[in-house]
């Protein structure tokens, strides 16, 4: 496979450019290429002056004949320009530009899109974008053969990052495509069987990477990003189904077996749990149980609401691995949930000899090599690869999804082929589910313990507020209860958009105002961990009445006494985030309560919080903030690294379905081998998978 050029080569463009495509992980001309625009502006009218009506969007092409710097009775610095063809005249104006004086001389030719106004008989144009053209009435008589990049026909919009404009990449691009017989004709690999494209009925794939940046028409544009969202979907599918299929060529390194002593001991241990199993943990039971028997090594993924229950089921696997004497490994995210799942298992298993311990990042536990090799149960952060172990026979994986697959290879590298389990509480569509990790087994607990009572969600508005803090003042005077308040930001932002959310900080100091009497504590990330494991034991043990914090409670935290959760800013954190800092309540069989503050009128984000109320479906909010916010706001792209989607959507089930039929197909008919950027890109999705952190 022929390797497309570095970023650094690409001509007329200066360093400083190439250091801000380069921060964005753009390093070659195909990475460029990869750079996909997110929506279009169609300019493609091309009008005479003296037809460009009132209203619309328009490409105009003429000689400037005039220049001048106005400053209107508001102080705004207007940059005025008179364009004429050989029909008429119209006025340009632009805001704040006054390097376009320079620019702009007169005679120079100029091609400029935007809206049509009339003030009087007056027409003036309101310019959007504007191009450079050749000389003369010779552009007027060949238009229909000039090549845009900026006005003139449909253009790209990209995301704008780094400093880098949408007309910056556009004329960086087009400076590929320019390139055609070295960059793209001859680089550009189609990488599907020509079956697989005539049965989905795509477009070539040279094809889909010139129109998706430049198309020549809105339905050209669709079939583009149809065939590279195909393409994309296919591989993460491809790469996972062979990552599946290399794992079951796998020998386990401590092979289990359940022998008629050990049956009694697992069946002792789930009689005396001090609640009954639901059937949907023991259906869960069952399949890890089938796997842990397995000489193939265990990779499943748990999924369960907040308080499903999916630490009773690990707490089985767990002590499986201790009856067959191995040692079993539980990393989580954060040492707030760390402790959490230690406080937790040190409950289920105080009546019997399995030997736990909770490994901090910073740990000061003396002979702490010693210490590991007499436990059977070792909890902390991902800082556990750091430690040597020589009996594991299961390691647990908490809410760090992307994680699996790479702390399994380091695990490897060390000579263990332990079983995994991948466990999470965030609500994931299992379409969805099955596209993220295909090469796991899915597990869903689909069910809440019995006893619980379902959270009641209220949409307080702005009016009903004091009204709201009395009725939380009642309840911890009259019933003792805890209280979460949640705010999205730890620093009150200085964006003037960002103002109305409130700031953890000074909320809490307002907080301290309006609860005067009551005993309030504040949890941020940015603490310390002895200082946030302070706090959260004081809550814990009630000394504190209201805990106000970001969303580091989203996880890891289990008060049965809270029983409000009131989220600041709500329209700040997607339903499916929302939905899990409401799972931090009702988790006793006490009423609880979640209530959502908003300062924004807006009738879609009251729509939106609305619909949260009336649920407490978490799947179904997870589908509905798919439709909404896209994957990246959903699943924490940003924040937990889930998959960065270049251009396709999670929420096109129909296309996702598609690609996996297509990924059964290719592996009946074809070898990989034969389909060089096909296994060039496989392979380099799964070495992300393996090597992100």
């Excluded at 994680?403 to 994931?428: C, D, W, Y």
């Excluded at 009630?542 to 890891?556: A, K, N, Y």
């Excluded at 096109?652 to 060039?680: C, M, N, P, S």
Aim: aromatic content about 10%; charged content about 25%.
């Amino acid at each position: 496979m022929i390797q497309f050029s570095n970023i650094e080569t690409l001509p007329k463009t200066s360093s400083i450019t190439i250091r801000k495509f380069k921060s964005l992980g753009i390093n070659t001309y195909f990475d460029l290429l990869n750079y996909f625009p997110f929506r279009y502006e169609d300019y493609s009218l091309i009008s005479k002056i003296k037809d460009a009506q009132p209203g619309e969007t328009v490409t105009v092409i003429g000689e400037i004949t005039e220049g001048k710097y106005q400053v209107t009775q508001t102080g705004l610095r207007i940059q005025v320009f008179k364009l004429q063809d050989e029909t008429g005249e119209i006025e340009l104006g632009f805001y704040n530009q006054p390097y376009l004086l320079r620019l702009f001389k007169k005679g120079l030719n100029l091609s400029v899109a935007g809206v049509i106004e009339q003030y009087g008989r007056k027409l003036s144009m309101k310019p959007k974008e504007y191009e450079l053209t050749d000389s003369g009435q010779a552009c007027l008589r060949k238009q229909a053969r000039i090549t845009f990049k900026h006005v003139g026909r449909i253009i790209p919009i990209y995301p704008e990052k780094r400093g880098l404009s949408s007309r910056t990449i556009r004329e960086k691009v087009s400076l590929v495509f320019a390139s055609a017989t070295s960059e793209v004709a001859d680089r550009l690999d189609e990488m599907l069987p020509k079956e697989i494209i005539s049965l989905n009925n795509l477009i070539e794939e040279q094809t889909a990477y010139r129109q998706i940046h430049f198309p020549e028409s809105k339905d050209a544009a669709q079939k583009a990003r149809e065939r590279l969202a195909f393409d994309e979907l296919f591989t993460i599918q491809l790469s996972s189904h062979l990552v599946k299929k290399e794992w079951q060529k796998e020998k386990v390194g401590n092979k289990f077996t359940v022998g008629t002593i050990h049956e009694l001991s697992l069946q002792n241990f789930i009689d005396n749990l001090p609640f009954r199993l639901t059937n949907a943990q023991n259906r869960v039971w069952s399949e890890i149980r089938t796997d842990l028997l397995r000489s193939v090594p265990m990779n499943r993924f748990l999924q369960g609401e907040v308080g499903s229950g999916k630490t009773v089921v690990a707490a089985l696997a767990c002590y499986l691995s201790y009856l067959n004497g191995y040692q079993s490994l539980m990393m989580a995210p954060t040492e707030i949930l760390a402790q959490q799942h230690y406080n937790t298992l040190i409950k289920l298993f105080k009546n019997y000899e399995l030997r736990i311990t909770k490994i901090a990042g910073a740990n000061k536990i003396r002979d702490l090599q010693s210490v590991i090799n007499k436990s059977d149960l070792i909890i902390g952060t991902h800082a556990l690869l750091n430690k040597r172990f020589k009996k594991v026979g299961l390691v647990i994986i908490d809410e760090q999804h992307r994680f699996g697959v790479s702390q399994r290879a380091e695990l490897k590298n060390k000579g263990l082929n332990p079983h995994l389990l991948t466990m999470t509480a965030t609500p994931i569509p299992r379409t969805v589910a099955l596209t993220l990790y295909g090469e796991l087994d899915l597990s869903l607990i689909d069910e809440m313990p019995y006893g619980r009572l379902l959270v009641k969600t209220y949409l307080v508005p702005k009016h009903k507020r004091p009204s709201c803090y009395d009725w939380i003042k009642f309840q911890i005077s009259n019933f003792k209860f805890q209280i979460f308040i949640v705010c999205p930001f730890i620093e009150e932002s200085e964006i003037e958009t960002m103002k109305s959310v409130k700031a953890a900080k000074k909320e809490f100091e307002n907080l301290k105002t309006i609860f005067s009497g009551f005993k309030l504590a504040l949890l941020h990330g940015k603490m310390k961990s002895k200082e946030k494991e302070k706090i959260m034991n004081d809550f814990k043990n009630q000394r504190t009445d209201i805990l106000v914090t970001t969303p580091v409670v989203e996880v890891g935290v289990d008060i049965p006494n809270a029983t409000v959760m009131l989220i600041e800013g709500a329209e700040r954190f997607g339903l499916a985030q929302i939905h899990q800092l409401r799972g931090r309540v009702g988790r006793s069989d006490k009423q609880s309560y979640c209530f959502l503050f908003t300062e924004k009128e807006d009738s879609g984000i009251l729509g939106r919080l609305g619909m949260f109320t009336k649920t407490n479906d978490g799947n179904k909010l997870a589908e509905e903030d798919l439709k909404i916010r896209g994957p990246g706001d959903i699943y924490g792209m940003r924040q937990h690294g889930y998959l960065d989607l270049k251009i396709a959507s999670l929420s096109d089930y129909q296309l996702i379905e598609r690609t996996k039929k297509a990924v059964e197909y290719f592996e009946k008919h074809y070898e990989i081998e034969k389909f060089g950027e096909l296994k060039k890109r496989v392979e380099k999705y799964r070495k992300g998978k393996i090597t992100k952190d």
